[in-house]
């Protein structure tokens, strides 16, 4: 079974939705209201801070290693295409299992700092 599990997705969906809106400013439309993640109803420029802050504080939950291992995975920097942990392992030089267990790591720090609960831990399809 994969060592990757539903409750490390949802984290690593809400870190990337929230950098796609805190730091690459992605929203509908500058003058409608939206839904914020964090605040409930909110205008763009609210729910933008709000996500900022989240990743700030979803990279001080992971710390400087986890941030590192998020950015490469799961936000595809340096290359959006190479979001994998065989290409984290490849570019860090160390053993793609070692890796794995890196990001399994920094996922449930990530879930835990989010408070996704043990209920949705089971193992990804």
Known sequence: GSLV???HLRSARQYLGDYEVGVLGA???VDRMV???????????EAQCDCVRSVRMAQKAVGALGTVVLRHVVLGIPDPTRRD???????????????MGLLVGVLD????H????????????
Do not use: C, F, I, K
Not at 114 to 125: F, H, I, V
């Open 109 to 112: 720090r990530l879930a835990d």
């Open 85 to 99: 942990v065989a290409s984290y392992a490849r570019r860090y030089g160390v053993n793609a299992q070692l890796a």
């Open 35 to 45: 839904v914020g993640p964090h605040s409930g109803t909110a205008y763009p420029s």
């Open 114 to 125: 989010y408070g996704l609960g043990e209920e949705d831990n089971s193992e990804t399809p």
């Open 27 to 29: 929203h509908p439309g």
């Open 5 to 7: 599990t539903r409750r």
